[in-house]
């Protein structure tokens, strides 16, 4: 319930084998396709985030009254009703009599005054006889909210007196130790994952939008510039990153803001957006002796190019059922569906293999160099183009900014058409590059543009010029930065 273990847990291949030999898996979830729920002999439906009708609890202790804001879909239900009917089931009815969640929020604030008498910071005694009407009109408030502070408590402390026997502060004195696991021969770099700016957690959500997919598209890995000569990886290409406990594949980042001797790979891609890319398979399985958090900051990896027979990628106006590759990324688009491949066996017929992927209706645009392994082909139908293929024998090809522009057009003139077949963009189609500002659908190309004009000297200037980086300013950065080398 409330999580996707096979790609968040480390050695992550070892809890899906676990998965695979339980005789019965029940999982909890609003969405019907993650890694977790293809394990799932019950599936139980439920609900979204504005869904919900709760309490929440931010990090400065202020518990808010979340309201419901969308209508609740077929036949899911609240956290709350499942694991009741599941424990009526099971023969607990009169433990889980709740009818509604003001019920359980009695209970829980009742609970967190039993036996406390100041002896622990959490307290919710003053709201253990809350009212319907008073739950529903309920303003954010900051916990402990005990009957001797009904009204919250904005700062804890004040008083100087702590929630230990002797009423100080307690200081717990903690020894450094190294990583259980230490970089070699064999794994001589050290993994550390994390998030990036566009995506949630695994994917679920963000995965769903186009504009959020823009920005970066594939799972990376960054390393820096002399690792990656000394290992012989190409900035662009496929890496494959190797530890004691899984192996996946990556787009390769060579940067020198990555520390030497360091690698970083996002943790968000997962089975249903692309191909050997759960980070946490290759994270090592050791917990922290105290916390029992485990150790994604550091696990002893190797990193090298992945030479497949050919690199291609597919932008579909309806979503694909592809045959099997080695690599594969699904990505949403504004009106199609991305996908990036590379196959280690190679394609002797390249409009064949089109046809097969896209279906054979519909009018063919073909351009094939047999002696530089390059095929491209666009399918057209009622002159709206449904579907391009690109295929090279090396990973650098056209950019997908412009080809994706082709999909909000009625009508693909005789002009696209020939830009199509050239694999590059013509006059009317400008290539913004890659996306760097994702409210306002700004790109690379088109920021580098505004600088080398002399139009913009600051990201003041390209915000007032472009809008890019005034919404929620997460791109400035990146702006900056652009700025800074052109």
Not at 4 to 29: F, G, Q
Not at 96 to 107: D, G, K, L, S, T
Request: aromatic letters at 8%; hydrophobic letters at 40%.
């Amino acid at each position: 319930m409330a999580t996707n273990p096979v790609v968040t847990m480390p050695n992550a291949e070892k809890v899906k084998a676990a998965l695979a030999n339980c005789e019965v898996v029940v999982v909890s979830d609003c969405d019907a396709k993650t890694d977790t729920t293809e394990f799932a002999t019950v599936l139980l439906p439920a609900h979204t985030w504005g869904e919900k009708d709760g309490t929440v609890t931010n990090s400065e202790r202020r518990i808010s009254h979340q309201r419901r804001f969308l209508p609740i879909a077929g036949e899911a239900r609240p956290d709350w009703w499942i694991i009741s009917q599941v424990a009526k089931r099971m023969g607990f009815a009169d433990a889980f009599a709740y009818e509604n969640p003001v019920e359980i929020f009695r209970e829980h604030a009742a609970l967190s005054s039993f036996e406390n008498d100041g002896s622990r910071d959490f307290d919710l005694g003053a709201m253990a006889a809350i009212s319907a009407e008073q739950y529903d009109d309920l303003k954010p408030i900051q916990w402990p909210v005990s009957t001797s502070k009904p009204a919250g408590t904005a700062r804890l402390f004040e008083d100087k007196q702590f929630f230990t026997t002797t009423k100080k502060a307690q200081f717990i004195a903690v020894e450094a130790t190294p990583p259980v696991n230490s970089p070699d021969k064999d794994y001589p770099l050290i993994l550390n994952t994390g998030r990036i700016r566009d995506q949630w957690h695994t994917m679920t959500r963000s995965a769903r939008s186009a504009r959020l997919n823009g920005h970066i598209p594939e799972p990376f890995v960054e390393i820096h510039p002399d690792d990656a000569s000394r290992w012989s990886i190409t900035d662009g290409a496929l890496a494959q990153i190797d530890s004691q406990w899984g192996r996946m594949i990556a787009r390769v980042q060579v940067t020198e803001s990555q520390q030497q001797g360091n690698v970083f790979v996002p943790m968000h891609w997962n089975a249903q957006y692309a191909s050997l890319s759960r980070v946490d398979a290759l994270v090592n399985p050791v917990v922290d002796p105290l916390s029992g958090q485990p150790e994604f900051k550091h696990t002893p990896v190797k990193v090298s190019q992945y030479k497949p027979a050919w690199h291609g990628f597919i932008l579909s106006r309806e979503p694909l059922v592809l045959e099997p590759q080695q690599y594969w990324i699904r990505i949403k688009g504004e009106q199609f569906w991305r996908y990036e491949l590379a196959g280690e066996q190679a394609i002797d017929d390249g409009i064949a293999w089109a046809k097969a992927q896209l279906g054979a209706e519909g009018d063919w645009l073909e351009f094939s160099d047999s002696a530089l392994h390059r095929f491209r082909a666009a399918k057209v139908i009622d002159d709206r183009l449904q579907s391009v293929v690109f295929i090279a024998a090396e990973y650098d090809m056209p950019a997908r900014s412009w080809l994706s522009q082709l999909f909000v057009e009625e009508n693909i003139t005789d002009e696209m058409r020939l830009s199509l077949l050239a694999g590059k963009p013509g006059a009317g189609l400008p290539d913004v590059g890659p996306l760097v500002c994702a409210c306002f659908g700004v790109g690379e190309n088109t920021i580098k543009d505004a600088v080398s004009c002399g139009d913009a000297k600051t990201a003041d200037d390209i915000g007032q010029l472009l809008k890019a980086g005034t919404n929620c300013g997460s791109c400035l950065p990146e702006i900056k930065k652009l700025i800074a080398n052109s």
